[in-house]
């Protein structure tokens, strides 16, 4: 199984453009999530979603905009890259069960605005 | 904002010793979970322990939750170069962890 994968792996911006970053996952999980992770800090929930057509905002969601059209995919857009938007963005699977599951990660997007 | 706070920031130990990492949260819990982060690659889970248990073990490691003082552990014993890595602990919500909150780390160096 690939698991989650995320691309691409590395990404440069300029100021003002938009992005999509891409998130795929073949394990059927129906919950998937988007972190940010900045230096020194844990990571930092964005948007998530919990089935296909469902989605919500996380801790810091300002500039960004997700869909989940189907299970597997779950895309993440920045609509207009700003430079504090710099940093590794990170994808995350899990499947409701009980009083908690593990979540599987992506390999990450690092991503830098100029 | 950050849930977790994990204790030591930064731990440098000897191979074959044991490395014990500390974690604080804030709000009440359904579970903690702690991950490993090698540098530049994702996170892996490492072990889940539910608010309702106070101790678990999966190989080397060995985790505890004392949800009276919301705090957790983790120890890792007879440690490896290999584990040398970032450390995080995350509280997550009955159901699926579509909605965990990460602490800081722990950055565990573990000199051959």
């Known amino acids: 199984n690939a698991g989650v994968t995320q691309t691409p792996k590395f990404q440069v911006l300029k100021t003002g453009q938009s992005m999509t970053l891409q998130c795929a996952q073949d394990?059927?999980?129906?919950?998937m999530s988007w972190y940010r992770q900045d230096p020194g800090m844990g990571l930092r929930l964005i948007h998530y979603?919990?089935?296909?057509?469902?989605?919500d905002q996380g801790e810091v969601p300002n500039g960004y905009n997700v869909s989940r059209s189907t299970t597997e995919d779950f895309p993440l857009r920045l609509l207009s890259a700003a430079p504090s938007q710099t940093s590794v963005y990170f994808c995350?699977?899990?499947?409701?069960?009980?009083?908690?599951?593990?979540?599987?990660f992506g390999q990450g997007t690092r991503l830098t605005v100029v | 904002s950050q849930q977790g706070e994990e204790d030591p920031q930064a731990l440098s130990i000897q191979e074959g010793e044991n490395a014990t990492m500390n974690c604080s949260y804030k709000t009440s819990i359904n579970n903690l979970q702690w991950y490993r982060q090698n540098s530049g690659r994702g996170l892996v889970h490492l072990i889940l322990i539910r608010s309702n248990e106070r101790e678990k073990h999966s190989g080397r490691l060995r985790v505890t939750l004392d949800t009276s003082k919301k705090s957790s552990s983790l120890l890792i014993t007879a440690s490896r170069a290999a584990d040398t890595a970032s450390y995080f602990c995350a509280t997550g919500n009955q159901g699926g962890s579509e909605k965990l909150v990460f602490g800081k780390g722990t950055k565990l160096t573990v000199n051959p």
């Open positions: 394990m059927n999980h129906e919950y």
């Open positions: 979603s919990v089935g296909a057509g469902i989605t």
């Open positions: 995350a699977s899990s499947y409701p069960q009980g009083a908690g599951t593990e979540a599987f």
